[in-house]
């Protein structure tokens, strides 16, 4: 290529993408050689099967818009390149080209933007520079390891200390990435970028008060800003002011009446303490204000019990079809657009948007399935009769937690809410503590790392980690005697949990397989569950499920309680009995009559726990059954 030697290097390609048609860098190449070569039309579609492999790779809009405007399309240009930096904030020839496109458009003010971040990338270090690119194309292995070799060189280099965290923040180490943003603001009190990651940080560790606090600061130094006005009103929403949220959000608005983010932010804070139809005008509002903004037609779907308008079936189409979207939005619609035909009862249009959705979110996704099967398998090896004989008892001995596991969409969301009802139980939301004790604990220093190292740990440790739990969850309880955490994940663990938390309830929430793996696949989930993202790889996650499950059944005999979805439906009052009775818990009618518990529901099941117990969500699956052969032959015998 650098020769100009581009029928050659083709031809290379080529044989390249026999082997590994989805081979990103190669099909990257390939629409560089076609542009080069004057192949517009070639160059055109490599980049199209390049989008299709990997929808958020910024250096494909790059390329696209230096084609367009090769071609002389300068405004397709424009948009692809807008879209380049979105993706990649460290593109700085996009960022370039986009300052030259606008200035001679005649708009100053947004090229002079643009100029500013070309100049911000270009000053940076090259390492960092690297860094950050190779962190926005998900190779977070490199990306770490350039990051630590400059780190090393410069201890105190605030951007490194900022782009390190980013990258333990995206591998889920968030309490690593919480001391290096603390560290950088000690450094540079005055860095908006590092503080607003920060907050982010607090807000993933669930210390909704720290966040808050933050964000308040950066409020108060400039209140009029609208974006520390946005950080400060979803800050307060996390942290359960619903008021002062709605009120900061409406501030907003009358700065800036249309705009979109700041519209489907006060539907999300309006859904979670059930004003529904409110909620619905501020998301339609928001699709209004921008057409393609996928976030606010997928919230409608997201509320399950809303129907769309032909009218925007028909938006929804045409923008999901458009070539310069944001591949986020157009995963949204996509997901947005198989609810909109499920409803009209065209499944198989319905499936083909579903399985769109789900194949462009699984090109993002880093999910391997042998991996997650072998890890599973090692709690199972690592957490043995032997091992609970010789560690049980040994941790804290607080009987507060009631654990509700399992996966998502089976059932948890209700199981939680009859729970929250009594009077001795507060409801919190799906609290990460556990999983991220499973971080430090990998950490450790030792030959084995965990779970192994469970069997190495002390009473004294043990004791620690129980008495750690309680305190750091302490924040989302209202002084209730128990508390639920429902984290599905946390079946994982439930070898620690017992070692830590001894008394601690675990709850298995258990739906029919072809039920419940096919709600997974129709849901996009705001971050996690990947899983999800392919029927395979659901059904091959249900069934080491099922397995683990059996294990700890077997293990740990009588600690858990497995209650069926099925059975909750059809028998309510025999299975809420039996729920408390499990929990020492007194019967109390509010149980039975759960949907008129008034509480923040911040999961995709948010509407429908605010409706009588009901069987329409019992076999979603059935409709589509001729397309879910991969997700029988999965789950083997389990589909049965």
Known sequence: MYEGKFDAALGRISTMLDGHPDHIDALYMKAVCHRYAGQETHALAALGDLKEAMPDFGRAYQEEGHLYRTMGQTNKALASYKIACQLNPALAASWKAQAELLRASGQSAEAQQAEAQAARVANLPKELAATSNLIHEGKLLKAEKLCRSFMQRNPKHVEGMRLLADIGTRFGIHDEAEFLLESALTFEPGNIQVRLDYIQVLRKRQKFTAALEQARALYDTEPDNPVFQSHFAIESLQAGDFDTALETFEKILKALPKDPATLTSKGHALKTIGKQEDAITSYQQAYEARPDHG??????????????????????????????????????????????????????????????????????????????????????????????????????????????????????????????????????????????????????????????????????????????????????????????????????????????????????????????????????????????????????????????????????????????????????????????????????????????????????????????????????????????????????????
Not at 367 to 382: P, V
Not at 478 to 499: E, S, V
Not at 564 to 580: F, K, T
Not at 594 to 617: C, D, L, M, W, Y
């Open 295 to 640: 976030e606010a037609y997928y919230a409608l779907a997201n509320l399950k019990t809303y129907q769309f308008t032909d009218a925007e079936l028909t938006a929804m189409k045409e923008q999901e079809k458009a070539e310069n979207i944001l591949p986020a939005s157009r995963i949204q619609l996509c997901f947005a657009l198989g609810k909109a035909y499920e409803d009209r009862k065209d499944y198989d249009k319905s499936f083909t948007f579903y399985e769109r959705g789900n194949a462009l979110k699984k090109a993002q996704s880093r999910y391997d399935t042998d991996q997650m099967s072998n890890e599973l398998a090692l709690q199972a090896s690592a957490c043995t009769s032997d091992l609970f004989k010789k560690q049980t008892g040994l941790g804290h001995t607080a009987p507060d937690p009631i654990f509700i596991v399992g996966l998502p969409r089976a059932g948890s969301t209700l199981l939680e809410q009859i729970l929250a009802s009594h009077s001795q139980v507060d409801g919190t939301m799906e609290l990460p503590n556990i999983l991220s004790m499973t971080h430090r604990l990998r950490r450790l220093p030792g030959e084995t790392g965990y779970p192994d190292n469970l069997a190495t740990l002390s009473a004294a440790q043990l004791q620690k980690l129980g008495q750690s739990y309680i305190d750091d969850t302490r924040i989302h309880r209202q002084g209730a005697p128990y508390f639920i955490d429902k984290m599905p994940n946390n079946f994982r663990h439930i070898g620690l949990i017992h070692l830590i938390l001894p008394n601690a309830k675990i709850i298995d929430a258990r739906r029919a397989p072809m039920s419940c793996c096919f709600s997974g696949f129709k849901q996009l989930f705001a971050e996690g569950q990947e899983f999800t993202y392919g029927l395979e790889e659901v059904g091959r996650y249900y069934r080491d499920y099922v397995t683990l499950m059996d294990h700890w059944t077997k293990t740990l005999p009588g600690k858990i309680l497995k209650v069926q979805y099925e059975d909750v439906v059809s028998n309510l009052e025999s299975e809420v009995a039996r729920i408390l009775d499990y929990c020492g818990l007194e019967f109390e009618d509010a149980c039975l009559n759960f949907h008129k518990t008034e509480r923040s529901v911040r999961t995709a099941s948010s509407e429908q726990v605010r409706e009588p117990i009901n069987n329409k969500g019992l076999e979603p699956w059935r409709p589509y059954e001729h397309h879910l052969g991969p997700l029988r032959a999965a789950l083997g015998p389990l589909a049965e």
